[in-house]
């Protein structure tokens, strides 16, 4: 330790109890600054880490909507996905059909999110009891349902279900109806909370909801090189304008522009915080300085020069942040962690997703914030500190 | 560089001091010339206000004369940058002042090995220099104590260690027994001869005739000039 570091910090530690309440202090402000930082990136990182994870390098959808957004379908689903899969570098392209369905169970009845994909399609959901769908099965479609629908209605393992395109007996009886098994429970990656899902085989919810064949909500394309995935967007989006073609960052990016008052809020708030932050700083130190202009004095006669002095000041503003930095950061996660639990509660949010994401990226941007606060708020006090004259001071504490 | 006769520390030529003031400027020095070789103790005496102290902290270093020159260690004051004098005066010159102003915080060795770590010592030689400047002022059993648990001599020893720390040619001492009990403030006296008899040239600034007394050359100062 270099006896500027040396000295900032034993000088902090002469005023054990004002330096532990600013260290509080900026410990409240910095866990603050943390929870505005995780929210600023946290949805976004939340998606993409959740997208990461289930292997699919681009999607397209139909022109201006994301995936699932309203009733819009690619009309040609199947035949883009097969142009898609015969491109280099394309593992699979899996046309998904998303809609809203009806579920009858003995008397009961209760609406249900459907996703019809092709059979073994994984990355939607992860079973958990069970098996997943087969690629091709006689007799009544099989089913995957999600936790929710097995939960709430008592659905199991082999139970038989009927599915409507629409709602209500009187409905139904002019709609089609399609008994399906239940073969397996799974956990769906974007369900809301409190929804019910199913997974079915495509050709099936297609009938069900009366949709053209090969209709699609969304094409999930897999790459053995993901590198390229920014090129086979590009290339889909020029084929057919009818559809939007996204990598994950070109995604993220558009269900950022939709969030931007996340950001607007946290960068208010965390702005608040770094400005509450910089008057502690700055008001403690130069309080502290004040008292010490005798020894500041002293040291320049020693021969520290008016950079080291200035240097020394500012040190103890970047050790008064560096000492809240541990505190900051406890209180912040679990601060966020129950800011997190209220936003999720909310009606409409996927259970995968968080809004308060603890990243690398937010953890050094919290620090090197505070720590550059604890730098500026460091700034006057060690200007007033390294332009104090030696003699003049020298000679007013000898008086005093 | 600046011409110095062999031998000399610091000389002073012709050098005035003046302090602009809302009501008229004020003349603290007028015209000192003066020369400071090894080995020398000098004590500059004289009543409050006659330019002692301004007088020393002008041959420290620590302020530039209005005119006339301040050559330390054959370098004009004046010609040199803030930092590079703040070097200098790191290097070469010792401070002793009449508050101690020993850092509370730091022990009684941490205060001596200060100005060795700011030259940029590495951690083994300063261990073994402040042990040696303990055993100079009689305090190595103190070595671990603060200032607060120090008497008034003994802080002024190690305030006299700590101006030594890193081998200076020359050691400025601005009041430093006035607050000090007159048996206490003899011996910080004959240690300051002492140190100059090893060839340190020492400047003591005092109103103790008796201290002064202790000096090889003694000065008298009034309103900004050398008497006698």
């Known amino acids: 330790m270099g006896p500027i570091a040396f000295l900032a910090t034993r000088t902090l530690a002469r005023s054990a109890a004002r330096s532990l309440l600013v260290v509080l202090g900026l410990s409240v402000t910095g866990a603050l600054l943390l929870d505005m930082t995780m929210l600023a990136g946290g949805l976004e990182a939340s998606l993409g880490a959740i997208m990461t994870r289930l292997g699919f390098a681009v999607r397209v959808v139909p022109h201006g909507t994301l995936p699932f957004e309203g009733d819009a379908e690619i009309v040609d689903g199947d035949h883009l996905a097969a142009a898609i899969a015969a491109q280099p570098g394309v593992a699979a392209a899996v046309p998904i059909l998303g809609t809203n369905v009806y579920v009858r169970r003995g008397p009961s009845r209760f609406p249900s999110f459907a996703l019809g994909v092709p059979g073994g399609t994984p990355g939607m959901y992860a079973v958990f009891e069970g098996s997943d769908l087969p690629a091709a099965r006689p007799g009544d479609p099989p089913v995957v349902i999600n936790r929710t629908m097995a939960q709430l209605d008592g659905v199991k393992l082999g139970d038989t279900l009927v599915l409507s395109g629409v709602p209500g007996p009187y409905l139904q009886t002019f709609a089609a109806l399609q008994p399906v098994h239940v073969i397996g429970i799974a956990d769906f990656y974007f369900d809301l909370s409190g929804q019910r899902s199913l997974a079915i085989p495509t050709p099936f919810l297609r009938r069900l909801r009366d949709a053209r064949d090969g209709s699609a909500s969304v094409i999930l394309v897999r790459m053995t090189q993901p590198r390229g995935a920014e090129a086979l967007a590009r290339w889909i989006a020029a084929r057919d304008p009818r559809v939007d073609a996204f990598s994950i960052p070109g995604f993220l990016a558009r269900a950022g522009r939709r969030l931007t008052y996340f950001n607007q809020f946290s960068l208010v708030l965390g702005t608040i915080s770094v400005a509450v932050s910089f008057l502690l700083i700055t008001t403690i130190v130069t309080l502290s300085v004040g008292e010490r202009l005798g020894e500041i004095a002293m040291l320049r006669a020693l021969g520290f020069s008016r950079a080291r002095i200035g240097t020394l000041v500012l040190a103890e503003g970047i050790v008064l942040a560096a000492a809240a930095l541990p505190g900051a950061f406890i209180l912040g996660v679990a601060i966020a962690g129950y800011l997190d639990g209220i936003l999720r509660s909310a009606p409409g949010v996927p259970q995968g997703l968080h809004f308060f994401t603890l990243t690398a990226g937010a953890v050094t941007r919290t620090a090197l914030l505070l720590l550059g606060t604890g730098a500026l708020g460091g700034v006057y006090p060690a200007m007033m500190a390294a332009r104090q004259g030696i003699a003049a001071t020298l000679h007013r504490e000898v008086l005093s | ?228």
């Not at chain 2, 110095?4 to 012709?14: H, K």
């Not at chain 2, 005035?16 to 400071?36: C, D, I, W």
């Not at chain 2, 902290?57 to 370098?75: A, I, K, N, Q, Y």
């Open chain 2, 1 to 228: 560089m600046t011409a110095q006769e062999p031998g000399a520390v610091v000389t002073a030529a012709a050098v005035t001091k003046m302090y602009p003031m809302p009501g008229g400027p004020v003349h603290a020095l007028r015209g000192v010339t003066l020369t400071v070789e090894r080995g020398t103790f000098l004590s500059i005496a004289g009543p409050s206000g006659c330019g002692k102290s301004t007088l020393l902290h002008l041959l420290g270093g620590v302020d530039r004369p209005t005119t006339g020159e301040v050559s330390l260690l054959g370098r004009s004051t004046s010609a040199l940058g803030e930092s590079a004098l703040a070097r200098t005066r790191l290097r070469h010159v010792g401070f002793v002042f009449q508050r101690f102003f020993l850092l509370p915080m730091l022990t009684a060795e941490e205060n001596i090995a200060l100005p060795m770590l700011e030259a940029g010592a590495r951690t083994d030689e300063p261990r073994a220099r402040v042990r040696s400047l303990l055993e100079r002022v009689g305090l190595v059993d103190r070595a671990r104590h603060r200032p607060g648990q120090l008497s008034g001599g003994e802080l002024q020893r190690v305030a006299i260690a700590r101006a030594l720390a890193n081998r200076p040619a020359l050691l400025l001492a601005d009041e430093p027994t006035g607050e000090l009990d007159e048996a206490t403030g003899r011996e910080i006296g004959e240690l300051l001869r002492d140190l100059s008899r090893d060839g340190l040239a020492v400047v003591l600034v005092t109103h103790n005739q008796e201290l002064a007394a202790l000096a090889t050359r003694q000065l008298r100062m009034r309103d900004g000039v050398v008497t006698s």
